[in-house]
């Protein structure tokens, strides 16, 4: 039974172009989240999101980032127009469907660094 | 706004030391208090903790919820260099679907 996978692992981008981050959950889970790491700090919740659903953004940037996670293939987060400050790991998580006092399982993070 | 402090942000031991790291929390809805270790990699889960005074544990492990100090403590005994990690508290705020986590306490076990 594979864990969250997330790819890239590592992305390198410029300033202002964009970033496509993916995830696919833990066989069996319908929940999805994704959380932020910058350097020295603790993981920031980001959004959660159903099939077809995002259920709660409050933790995303209002410009620039999205999220989708469609019927079909994995859950995207999408940064356009990047800049030096989103440099930071990007990691997903995925759930059952529980009551919402469950853990998370986490995968291994996509490292984004903008030059 | 949902809070989790851990403290010490930092802590060097040498292996067969034990060590105690602590986690204080503010949330409008307690529901439970995880713990996660990160390595370089993904935060892999050790407990979650729902009722005070009971302690959970797994091998050299341990940890127990204090609701009533809104607190909670990772003991871990005879420290091991695989031990050196960050270790992360969290608990389920907002929709219960989202974690707030602490900054972590960054652990280093030498030899």
């Known amino acids: 039974n594979a864990g969250v996978m997330q790819n890239p692992r590592h992305l390198v981008r410029r300033r202002g172009q964009e970033a496509r981050l993916r995830c696919s959950p833990m066989?069996?889970?319908?929940?999805v989240y994704w959380y932020r790491q910058l350097p020295e700090e603790g993981l920031k919740f980001m959004v959660y999101?159903?099939?077809?659903?995002?259920?709660?953004e409050s933790g995303m940037p209002k410009e620039r980032f999205s999220a989708e996670f469609p019927k079909e293939g994995p859950s995207i987060l999408r940064i356009q127009q990047v800049v030096r400050g989103d440099s930071a790991a990007y990691f997903c998580?995925?759930?059952?469907?529980?009551?919402?006092?469950?853990?998370?399982?986490f995968g291994e993070g996509s490292r984004l660094t903008v030059l | 706004e949902d809070k989790v402090v851990q403290s010490p942000l930092s802590l060097v031991v040498h292996e067969g030391d034990t060590v105690t790291l602590n986690c204080s929390y503010e949330?409008?809805?307690?529901?439970?208090l995880l713990w996660y270790k990160q390595e370089k990699k993904a935060p892999t889960f050790l407990f979650m903790l729902?009722?005070?005074?009971i302690e959970k544990k797994s091998g050299r492990l341990s940890s127990i919820l204090d609701k009533k100090e809104l607190s909670s403590i990772l003991n871990i005994t005879a420290t091991q260099t695989g031990d050196s990690a960050i270790y992360l508290c969290?608990?389920?705020?907002?929709?219960?679907?989202?974690?707030?986590f602490g900054s972590g306490t960054q652990l280093t076990v030498l030899p």
């Open positions: 729902t009722s005070s005074g």
């Open positions: 999101l159903q099939k077809e659903n995002i259920i709660d």
């Open positions: 969290a608990v389920p705020s907002g929709s219960a679907r989202q974690l707030t």
């Open positions: 949330v409008t809805n307690f529901r439970s």
């Open positions: 998580a995925s759930s059952e469907d529980r009551g919402g006092t469950g853990e998370l399982f």
């Open positions: 066989k069996g889970h319908s929940h």
